[in-house]
T-cell receptor, first 111, second 116 residues
Framework: QKEVEQDPGPLSVPEGAIVSLNCTYS??????FMWYRQYSRKGPELLMY????GNKEDGRFTAQVDKSSKYISLFIRDSQPSDSATYLC???????????FGAGTRLTVKP | DGGITQSPKYLFRKEGQNVTLSCEQN?????MYWYRQDPGQGLRLIYY???????QKGDIAEGYSVSREKKESFPLTVTSAQKNPTAFYLC???????????????FGSGTQLSVL
């Protein structure tokens, strides 16, 4: 079992839709949770990160962590064609070097 | 502009050949990493380094070697012992927080390595 599981998609939505991207993780000791966005053949860029449980909002993006169910979510409101990319979730232990990535979900937002 | 530069963008390896991927950063980060990305498998850690002249193996270090002679540079050599080297290779850096690697990784644009 992979430590971080993510549905690879692909996911296709119309412009303006609300997008929900999800991951599950197996290690209950993970404390940091990150979302990276990766455009085709580019390096990932950090989009959101949260520490422990709860929600974090940044513009059209909301990251949500539910530690009780070991579930990580990223919501994108009013999705735009420029949001078309692969989204990678990642988790990390506190004070530890071990970061684990999901396989990535490929998202296409159609105009 | 601060960032991470990887070169070359595309690289081809002949059987039995060693090749070296370059990674340079001017972010003044202490930690640097090499990841391998294969379709459907996410990022897997090859090696990381928290400080000059020191580095640690990641999950898939076999067939790879690194050096860290300067803070800014962390080259990766794919040796002939790596039998399946075709992949997208990503270099990253981060700060070191209270002795452990930070959670915010900054990535380069990657190198696509293919076997001839």
């Amino acid at each position: 079992q992979k430590e971080v599981e993510q549905d690879p998609g692909p996911l296709s939505v119309p412009e303006g839709a609300i997008v929900s991207l999800n991951c599950t993780y197996s290690n209950s000791a993970f404390q940091y949770f990150m979302w990276y966005r990766q455009y085709s053949r580019k390096g990932p860029e950090l989009l959101m990160y949260t520490y422990s449980s709860g929600n974090k909002e940044d513009g059209r993006f909301t990251a949500q962590v539910d530690k009780s169910s070991k579930y990580i979510s990223l919501f994108i409101r009013d999705s735009q064609p420029s949001d078309s990319a692969t989204y990678l979730c990642a988790s990390k232990l506190y004070n530890n070097n071990d970061m684990r990535f999901g396989a990535g979900t490929r998202l296409t937002v159609k105009p | 502009d601060g960032g991470i530069t990887q070169s070359p963008k595309y690289l081809f390896r002949k059987e039995g050949q060693n090749v070296t991927l370059s990674c340079e950063q001017n972010l003044n980060h202490d930690a640097m990493y090499w990841y391998r990305q294969d379709p459907g498998q996410g990022l897997r850690l090859i090696y990381y380094s928290q400080i000059v002249n020191d580095f640690q193996k990641g999950d898939i270090a076999e067939g790879y070697s690194v050096s860290r002679e300067k803070k800014e540079s962390f080259p990766l050599t794919v040796t002939s012992a790596q039998k399946n080297p075709t992949a997208f290779y990503l270099c990253a850096s981060s700060i070191v927080v209270t002795g452990s690697l930070g959670e915010k990784l900054f990535f380069g644009s990657g190198t696509q390595l293919s076997v001839l």
